[in-house]
């Protein structure tokens, strides 16, 4: 790969072909080892993936790609993308345009979103999903005449948005099993999480509300966050009947559902998926709660 230009610290080039032609990557990798890179910038998804489909699997091709060079070679690859027209709400763990493979293929993503007046304007960054690490708390910035980049923790975010994001850290660990608010509301106090129960129910409604969390049932019923839900819409798909790929094994759906091991386990456990062969092994059957196609 010719870079345009290059520095001692950065190297950069212009459209240099389609992110999902492997023989690019095939030049994106040669570059990296040559010069020692430890992190490449992607400006952005869309653009670079040409005409394909968005709404489409393919479009997490580039990520696909991106993720054996990361484990091979060492390096961190960010993937600039935009949010999807009306889906950029506070709650929206999955406000990325296009298909939801694309958010099941990242490791983490942030999520920028301006808050207040032209007169008072702030950056909100929050991490919406992170599976390395611990989850970040959501920061917020400003670009101050003078000062330069002033930045202020998630103290300053309200009261809602805080109970908000103590519920999805509370989600985030699978083992966990909570099926009420009530439910909620002790895990949060067992944790040193404790927040005010009005705060608390507020936060779960409009959580449930967008869609960043459901519940199998209506008041009652386990708790899931967004993503497990699209996973399970993922892999409902791939194994249904006519289904393009027949996904006979864990490893058929990490490639073509886009799910870890891990979470394809917890709809075994959760009874949402039924395996007919020897132990995980399939072929397999749908048997839990009718989601709907999901691209």
């Known amino acids: 790969m010719a870079p345009d230009r290059n520095s001692d610290f950065l190297h950069y080039s212009f459209a240099p072909g389609s992110l999902l032609d492997e023989k690019l990557w095939t030049k994106i990798a040669d570059h990296i080892k040559e010069f020692k890179i430890r992190l490449v910038l992607i400006d952005s ?82 991490s919406n999903r992170c599976r390395i690490g611990t989850k970040p708390k959501p920061v917020q910035f400003r ?4 000062e330069g980049l002033v930045t202020s923790s998630s103290a300053s975010v309200s009261r809602a948005t805080d109970a908000k994001s103590a519920i999805l850290d509370l989600l985030s660990n699978p083992q966990n099993v909570y099926e009420s608010k009530r439910d909620i509301l002790a895990g949060l106090k067992a944790l ?30 386990r708790i899931f966050l967004d993503d497990f839900k699209k996973s399970c819409a993922r892999v409902r798909d791939a194994i249904a009947p006519g289904a393009p790929v027949q996904c006979k094994t864990v490893g058929h759906l990490e490639t073509y559902a886009f799910v870890s091991k891990d979470v394809f386990r917890r709809m075994l456990q959760t009874g949402l998926v039924q395996a007919t062969g020897a132990g ?3 072929p397999y059957r749908w048997v839990g709660h009718e989601f709907g196609r999901v691209a």
């Open 45 to 126: 998804l869309s653009a670079g993936s040409g005409s394909v489909d968005e709404n489409a699997t393919q479009g997490a091709i580039p990520l696909q790609f991106a993720r054996r060079l990361a484990a091979t070679l060492g390096c961190t690859f960010i993937f600039i993308h935009h949010t999807g027209k009306n889906r950029a709400g506070d709650d929206d763990a999955n406000a990325s345009r296009g298909s939801t493979a694309i958010v099941a293929a990242a490791d983490s993503i942030l999520f920028f979103k301006k808050t207040g007046d032209d007169n008072n304007a702030k950056i909100e960054v929050k």
């Open 143 to 146: 670009v101050v005449d003078g």
């Open 192 to 221: 040193g999480l404790g927040r005010k129960q009005a705060d608390v129910h507020a936060a779960f409604d409009d959580l449930k509300a967008s869609g960043a969390i459901w519940q199998h049932g209506n008041k009652t019923g």
């Open 280 to 282: 995980e092994g399939g």
